[in-house]
T-cell receptor, first 112, second 114 residues
Framework: SQQGEEDPQALSIQEGENATMNCSYK?????LQWYRQNSGRGLVHLIL?????REKHSGRLRVTLDTSKKSSSLLITASRAADTASYFC????????????FGQGTRLTINP | DVKVTQSSRYLVKRTGEKVFLECVQD?????MFWYRQDPGLGLRLIYF???????EKGDIPEGYSVSREKKERFSLILESASTNQTSMYLC?????????????FGPGTRLTVT
């Protein structure tokens, strides 16, 4: 698998339920970021978690990072129709060029 | 090659001066970012923009503002520079390359405020 792989690829839930998306990566990272992309729009930065952090909250978002398992999860609580979008994790690798590498994304659909 | 250029590599300003840091990218990417990098603190996001005339606050927007009048240009403004804004400033753009999104950084501007 490649650096930054999201799981599942697609998720469909009812409004009000919680949505959990996972991301796995292969190489050591400096930080991991989650982005959202609404249809026809650019990427929007949601939250950043550093390699020495384990959990971070921002509004209805909760991100966890487990560097021993090289994985992260994004939890969206009390989902709303407006949360329908694609969600990407991106890892800033420690070595190599200064760049973020994104996964393929999870397509989240919130049903009313 | 992606080209993200920043107007200055080194800059020395006095406390209270207005400072403009310019960033230009030639990849037609929608997303642009300004970070500052300090020893022991890593990269911290100041502001980002995902479209012309759009801006979003990052982790540490206080004391800064930004301008995105054209897609290729993202400016960081220090209205009244202070010594605690002495830092390395990095601009980045983000876009799709070979089916995957990647973020590319400029060379950085080392700003010293005296």
């Amino acid at each position: 698998s490649q650096q930054g792989e999201e799981d599942p690829q697609a998720l469909s839930i009812q409004e009000g339920e919680n949505a959990t998306m996972n991301c796995s990566y292969k190489t050591s990272i400096n930080n991991l970021q989650w982005y959202r992309q609404n249809s026809g729009r650019g990427l929007v930065h949601l939250i950043l978690i550093r390699s020495n952090e384990r959990e971070k909250h921002s509004g209805r978002l909760r991100v966890t990072l487990d560097t021993s398992k090289k994985s992260s999860s994004l939890l969206i609580t009390a989902s709303r129709a407006a949360d329908t979008a694609s969600y990407f994790c991106a890892t800033k690798i420690i070595q190599g060029a200064q760049k973020l590498v994104f996964g393929q994304g999870t397509r989240l659909t919130i049903n009313p | 090659d992606v080209k993200v250029t920043q107007s200055s590599r080194y800059l020395v300003k006095r406390t209270g001066e207005k400072v403009f840091l310019e960033c230009v990218q030639d990849m037609d990417h929608e997303n642009m970012f300004w970070y500052r990098q300090d020893p022991g603190l890593g990269l911290r996001l100041i502001y980002f923009s995902y479209d012309v005339k759009m801006k979003e606050k990052g982790d540490i927007p206080e004391g800064y503002s930004v301008s995105r009048e054209k897609k290729e240009r993202f400016s960081l403004i220090l209205e009244s520079a202070s010594t605690n804004q002495t830092s390395m400033y990095l601009c980045a753009c983000l876009g799709e390359t070979l089916g995957r999104y990647e973020q590319y950084f400029g060379p950085g501007t080392r700003l010293t405020v005296t």
